[in-house]
């Protein structure tokens, strides 16, 4: 039997009250309780994280392809992909912070925050986030197990042509 939590649509899900220290940046990180910040290792003041919870062009309206709703050549995940590239470029550093919080992201049970971590995998992750992208495809929640499929399939693709 699924839980309430997780048969919820990813909007509606992990809605906790968050610390005050927490509140202050608004974005999904308004909704994430201390405990939840903490065991990602989150620092509020950090822009890594500031982009991953609230300023990337990520979360619930994300899409894997063209929508009618999104002008002709936009697709949620090459834009993602796009930006990240840019921040890479100006800031080195942005690579191995993002990797750090995606490798915990991809463990948590909020599943805003899971949402987010399996869309940044999928243009940033690495062979060994494959495992993890795998176990998530089969996950109760059928947005999180479908976001997992589709981010599954770009890495795969994106680490092939790399080689």
Not at 41 to 69: E, I, K, L, M
Not at 108 to 130: H, M, P, W
Request: hydrophobic letters at 40%.
């Amino acid at each position: 039997m699924k839980s309430e939590r997780h048969a919820q649509p990813i909007h509606q899900a992990g809605l906790a009250t968050a610390s005050p220290l927490c509140q202050t940046l608004g974005g999904i990180i308004s909704f994430l309780p201390m405990t939840e910040m903490q065991s990602l290792g989150c620092d509020p003041a950090d822009d890594v994280w500031r982009w991953f919870t609230q300023n990337g062009p990520h979360g619930p309206n994300f899409t894997w392809s063209q929508t009618r709703q999104n002008p002709p050549g936009y697709a949620g995940v090459e834009h993602l992909d796009r930006n990240v590239k840019e921040k890479i470029d100006n800031d080195p550093a942005f690579l191995a912070k993002i990797q750090t919080i995606i490798k915990a992201a991809l463990l948590s049970t909020n599943l805003l925050v899971l949402s987010r971590a399996i869309q940044v995998a999928a243009v940033i992750g690495r062979q060994e986030d494959l495992t993890q992208l795998g176990v998530l495809t089969k996950h109760e929640n059928e947005s999180i197990a479908s976001d997992a499929r589709a981010a599954l399939f770009y890495l795969r693709k994106k680490l092939r042509s790399e080689k």
